[in-house]
């Protein structure tokens, strides 16, 4: 009985707040809060707000201020596909940000097509979010990081020419999207910039949280860097376990799966390691976010690449309703695809209309050095 | 109707049918599983291997991703079912993982963990909706049948059943290649509806879902079922508003309902029947 | 000649490797075992009794500034409490009127939701590591093998609190009445054994044992929500040692570690989850109540 | 008769449901301190509901019992600790435990650690098999031996009354004889005993007074050396061997 009052309170919260919908600009964004990916979500969802907050308090987008209707995917793509049709149909949002997950952005990505409103992916990666298997864009995904063949190449790069090494073993999640991509754009880079592959181990994330015996194999070869294409604790664990099996000399390289509460888990195992990275914490243009980010939530936002790209997907949605003009879903779709040399916080920003992908986008190394990311430098392969 | 309203409506439908395949197997013939995502799984890629790399037309091509379950869930349940119990639903819950890990692993096939992309949206409204009535008839239509029958008496007594001239063992695989069945048009129909699948869909925490809402609704009560997909379904999108107590809420529910009520909501009663002992107990 | 001595050293640090893994899963998977043996069901419950432990483990030691010994004696409190709150909770009024026991697994599962969840709310989803309270500097083995000083911890703790658990059932009076109650609950009570009690002292040892394993877990991996999903390696081990037999669960245990190592060592790393499904699965078919199982008949 | 005198167990109007099934309609009984009395009926009488819900396993609908006059408790385990105990129907000893562990969990609720040892002797003496065999696992006993164990494992907690459901199940006619020798031994040593038989012969020879169930109601009672000769009681449970079980079966 008392739980059928609360859904009536739920549904008439619901049509209240679909009320003022005319005043503001309605904005979605799908965060990974509950579910596998529940260490990214909150700091996703704070940053958006931040951004949110930001923007209104300058006197909003077109004068009018910006509301975000945020809803849990469970990072899983199944719950996305509702959680947008939501947002669609019954919040009428004229733009979604996120997901940070490829899987659930493929998904949704059909839907977004048919409705015709425009969503910008913040951390995924594989190619198939923007463009369809045929090749073909697809017309209102958008993304605002690099990609798993780009990201890929860079690691491949950066370990046969900058780090001048030849023989790579690599540790990758079978159970990944992001892991298979990466893995298989590295080793097909850098195996044509003339280096080998001397191992390469898979290990199934989530439940596997002990990589010795993987790295035990790896030990055994003459492997000189390790290549670890995967995320968040996944990382940190094997160079943890790399380092308790005494193996000093290997040097690891990743992408942009780092984030700095590995420093918490693998402590000093993880100096001078080396991640491809959308950012670095030292960037001057960064600091007001970093700032008003603990200000706000007494916080460090260690796992600040996710925030970074949800904060920046934000301003890059209100500059491109301001070029637009107006908040009308196509028109945003069209100014969206015209981004050219945007400042953005983190980067600058230039659409490529045949993928959706930004062009050129400098990739960031990073370093650490006794337990904190230093920016070691910009690169670009050729 | 907003597409919002049709989504539910369609997962509602691939929910329920998935569901009504388990309220078989478990309600009716008293089998506890716990690996019955694994059966979608394989029904929703054959038929989006059929429809995307064979061009078939996606009729033909989910009732042959339900057969595949099917004919899977006959090898299984040959040399598994002789487990009783606890035991049954243990080997199903690392079966079920084995097949997903199979999935993953047999990149050549499936593409792995990166998941199968670029399926026909063959999953509308009419479809969905016509499946499930289908599937609802055929359903029904058993159970009350000469079949049925045995499966419950299998469920309320194993030995008396036996000793009764039933042939408990090959019951008991009926109603697992059955269910089977269900699941693997219900992955169909969830591969048509997502336009894209993944391995990770389809794990444990799937399989639980489905034995939970079977118990939910009622052991033995496949109108209970429905009525146990109903509210799981809409718990979980009502609450959408208040993202992150959603998941502390579904979990919270599953365990009121034990606590409360642990023959779930209709008991082993259908639905006409309930009420009109609902309505007794009133006046 | 370099080859042969190579591979052998490769193995011995796979068997090494297998040890350590498989002596944190015998901590789990004995709990699971205990609540089984008594209650027969398994209790999924028990990943977030870890959880618990290694949150409470993780609170005192950063937030109150607890030296390690209070920390730990806290964290196995704390989920000893947890657990038999949530036993009195979600399963006695369960078992009180039915004797299915799927409602009973049914409710843990929720539970385990519930627990998890509680987390992410409240503390947040974050990756997070102990400070380094444990050392995990390498240790060489007579310079064949190589592993950590914590691994060598975690064995002796292992060998420690499994021991202690033995000469509580083997030596004490409760102990003896778990052991009873463990073949035959009702009759235990007609004994004048307060059952409710006999189940909590139960779910207060199985919680302190989960606690134990959340704390090694959590400074040989990293600590956060969903770390009771590893459960799940303790739980089919646990089957396969026979569920219900604590000598089972241990021996479960580090067969089920070291066919995890070696299978990724040397046949592929791919395949090592799909071989530790496929031995429940054989174990089932070849002995359904496991290595060390009592055999015990139709239980819903 | 002894109406004086506060019975060591009063039963009144004891009502038993199982679910929407009535178990026991209204059963009353009194049980004399030094007495052996003894229940008989035919299976489904509702003979192990009753001794289930003395001792506290099954719950109550309605009606009193009451030990030397106090009102007994509904909890099993408060019930042993005020002098109860059980011989539970089919024995149900722990067969993974040894014959003494057996013991000792009898003793559970026993606070006089000291004077356990003493007792451990007395049921020795007893049961002198046991002290043969008291190394052994339980599980490994003959039917017979595992009986005398159930009863002396019953009396480790010093009970005022023992309760014995169906001490003849399954068990060869000549150990029947030895265990009912030893009921009697045991009631000598001042223990009250209240047993419920099917066996009725065997039960009415052994007990003082007794009385007759047939579904869920008392229907007779009296001295057992009165309903040994009564003629209904005869007819319908004291034929030869056969008959006897026969016509029980008629009867159910």
């Not at chain 1, 859904?7 to 979605?28: H, N, R």
């Not at chain 2, 539910?8 to 197997?25: D, F, P, T």
């Not at chain 2, 499930?132 to 009350?144: A, D, K």
């Amino acid at each position: 009985m008392r739980k059928s009052v609360l859904f009536l309170a739920m549904l008439c919260l619901c049509v209240v707040s679909g009320a003022w919908a005319e005043e503001t600009i309605k904005v979605g964004y799908l965060a990974g809060i509950t579910g596998d990916f529940a260490a990214y979500g909150q700091p996703e969802v704070n940053a958006v707000k931040l951004a949110a907050e930001e923007i209104n308090a300058k006197g909003g987008v077109l004068g009018k201020k910006l509301e975000i209707v945020i809803y849990d995917y469970k990072s899983r793509p199944e719950d996305a596909v509702n959680a947008v049709r939501r947002l669609i149909d019954h919040d009428k949002v004229v733009a979604i940000l996120g997901s940070a997950s490829s899987g659930a952005n493929i998904a949704t990505a059909p839907l977004v097509n048919r409705a015709g409103i425009p969503q910008i992916g913040t951390l995924s990666t594989n190619p198939l979010v923007t463009v369809d298997e045929k090749g073909k864009v697809r017309p209102f995904m958008f993304r605002i990081c690099f990609i798993d063949p780009y990201q890929g190449r860079l690691i491949g790069y950066f370990a046969a020419k900058e780090l001048k090494k030849k023989k790579a073993a690599i540790l990758y999640d079978v159970g990944s999207d992001y892991s298979q991509g990466l893995r298989e754009y590295f080793t097909k880079s850098f195996t044509e910039y003339g280096g080998t592959i001397v191992a390469d181990y898979g290990f199934r994330g989530g439940q596997d949280m002990d990589f010795r015996a993987q790295l035990t194999q790896i030990k055994a070869t003459d492997a000189e860097i390790l290549v670890l294409p995967n995320i968040g604790k996944d990382l940190a664990l094997p160079i943890k376990q790399a380092s308790e099996l005494g193996m000093k000399d290997i040097i690891y390289v990743g992408g942009d799966g780092y984030g700095e509460f590995m420093v918490e888990i693998a402590g000093k195992a993880l100096d001078g390691s080396y991640w491809m990275y959308h950012l670095a914490r030292q960037d001057p243009a960064m600091k007001p976010f970093f700032d008003s980010y603990k200000a706000k939530y007494n916080d460090d936002c260690q796992e600040f690449a996710i925030a970074v790209l949800a904060y920046d997907s934000l301003y890059w949605l209100a500059d491109s309703i301001t070029r637009a003009g107006t908040a009308e879903p196509k028109a945003i779709r069209d100014a969206l695809e015209a981004t050219k040399e945007l400042k953005l916080h983190h980067a600058t920003l230039t659409m490529d209309p045949k993928t959706h992908n930004p062009l050129d986008k400098d990739a960031v190394v990073l370093t650490v050095q006794d337990g904190k990311s230093v920016f070691f430098k910009k690169i670009r392969p050729q | 109707m907003s597409g919002y309203t049709e989504g539910i409506i369609i997962l509602l439908c691939i929910n329920a049918i998935a569901g009504m395949g388990v309220s078989l197997l478990t309600g009716f013939a008293g089998v506890f599983s716990l690996g019955h995502a694994a059966y979608m799984a394989l029904g929703a890629y054959t038929t989006a291997i059929l429809t995307v790399q064979y061009s078939m037309h996606w009729l033909p091509a989910i009732v042959a991703g339900g057969i595949v379950a099917m004919i899977v869930a006959y090898f299984i349940g040959v040399p598994t079912l002789r487990l009783m119990g606890d035991y049954f639903a243990i080997a199903s819950l690392g079966l079920g993982e084995a097949i997903r890990l199979i999935l993953e692993n047999w990149q050549s096939v499936t593409r792995g963990a990166r998941g199968y992309p670029g399926i026909d949206p063959y999953t509308t409204l009419p479809v969905a909706v016509g499946a499930f009535l289908i599937l609802l008839i055929l359903m029904f239509n058993f159970i009350n049948s000469r079949y049925g029958r045995a499966c419950k008496a299998c469920r309320d007594d194993y030995i008396a059943a036996s000793l009764l001239g039933f042939n408990t063992a090959n019951i008991r695989i009926l109603a697992l290649v059955l269910s089977a069945f269900y699941c693997g048009v219900a992955g169909a129909l969830l591969g048509g509806f997502l336009s894209f699948i993944q391995p990770v869909m389809f794990d444990m925490m799937k399989s639980t879902e489905l034995t939970a809402v079977v118990v939910f609704g009622g052991l033995g009560s496949m109108s209970g079922t429905l009525l146990g997909t109903l509210v799981i379904t809409l718990v979980t999108e009502l609450f959408r508003p208040i993202s992150q107590y959603r998941m502390l809420i579904y979990g919270a529910v599953l365990v009121i309902i034990m606590v409360i009520r642990p023959e779930g909501i209709l008991g082993n009663r259908e639905l006409p029947s309930f009420f009109r002992r609902f309505l007794r107990r009133d006046s | 000649m370099k080859e042969v001595s190579h591979g052998l050293e490769t193995f011995l640090q796979q068997v090494i490797n297998g040890l350590s893994l498989g002596s944190v899963y015998a901590l789990i998977a004995v709990g699971y075992s205990l609540v089984y043996s008594v209650l027969l069901f398994s209790n999924f419950a028990h990943g977030g009794f870890l959880v618990v432990g290694g949150y409470a483990c993780y609170a005192a030691l950063k937030v109150l500034g607890a030296n390690i010994w209070v920390a730990s004696a806290m964290s196995l409190v704390g989920a000893g409490i947890v657990a038999v709150v949530t036993e009195r909770l979600a399963y006695k009024p369960i078992r009180e009127r039915t004797n299915v026991t799927l409602y009973l697994l049914i409710a843990s599962m929720g539970m385990s939701i519930v627990i998890e969840n509680l987390f992410v709310i409240f503390v947040g989803g974050r990756f997070r590591a102990l400070p380094p309270v444990i050392p995990t500097s390498p240790v060489s083995l007579f310079g064949l093998a190589t592993t950590s000083a914590f691994d060598l911890l975690s064995l002796v703790a292992s060998v420690v609190f499994l021991g202690a658990l033995q000469i509580f059932l083997l030596r004490t009076k409760w102990g003896l009445a778990i052991r009873a109650a463990a073949y035959d609950l009702r009759t235990a009570g007609l004994m004048g054994v307060n059952v409710n009690l006999l189940v909590s002292i139960v779910f207060f040892v199985a919680g302190a044992l989960a606690a134990v394993g959340g704390i090694f877990l959590s400074v040989r991996y990293t600590l956060y929500p969903q770390l009771g999903g590893i459960t799940i390696k303790a739980f089919v081990a646990a089957v396969i040692g026979g569920l219900g037999s604590l000598p089972g669960a241990v021996v479960g245990s580090i067969i089920l570690g070291l066919a995890e190592m070696l299978t990724a060592g040397f046949i592929s790393s791919q395949l090592r989850d799909l071989v530790v499904f496929s031995l429940l699965v054989v174990t089932l078919l070849v002995k359904p109540s496991g290595l060390f199982g009592k055999n015990v008949s139709e239980k819903v | 008769m002894t109406e004086e005198r506060t019975p060591l167990l009063e039963v009144t109007d004891l009502k038993v449901n199982y679910g929407a099934i009535a178990a026991l309609r209204g059963v009353s009984l009194k049980v004399y301190e030094g007495e052996i009395v003894c229940v008989i009926g035919s299976n489904g009488a509702g003979k192990s509901t009753l001794m289930n819900a003395i001792i506290g396993q099954v719950g109550r609908e309605s009606g009193d019992i009451h030990i030397q006059g106090a009102p007994l408790a509904k909890r099993n385990y408060q019930v042993v600790r005020q002098g109860i105990s059980l011989v539970p129907e089919g024995r149900r000893i722990f067969a993974p435990l040894t014959v003494v562990e057996n013991l000792t969990m009898g003793a559970f609720p026993r606070t006089d650690r000291s004077k356990i040892g003493d007792d451990l002797e007395w049921v020795y003496t007893l049961f002198p098999r046991l002290k043969e065999r008291c190394g052994q696992y339980a599980g490994t006993l003959s039917g017979g031996e595992q009986q005398m164990l159930a009863i002396a494992r019953a009396l480790m907690s010093r009970p005022k009354l023992l309760l014995l459901d169906e001490p003849s199940l399954g068990l060869a006619p000549i150990i029947i004889k030895d265990i009912f020798k030893e009921l009697r031994r045991i009631n000598e040593e001042n223990v009250t005993i209240l047993i419920v038989e099917q066996n009725a012969r065997q039960a009415l020879l052994l007990s003082h007074r007794g009385y007759v169930l047939q579904t869920g109601r008392v229907v007779l009672e009296g001295d057992s050396k009165d309903l040994l000769v009564n003629p209904e009681v005869t007819a319908a449970y004291l034929g030869t061997g056969a008959t006897r079980s026969a016509k029980a079966e008629k009867k159910s």
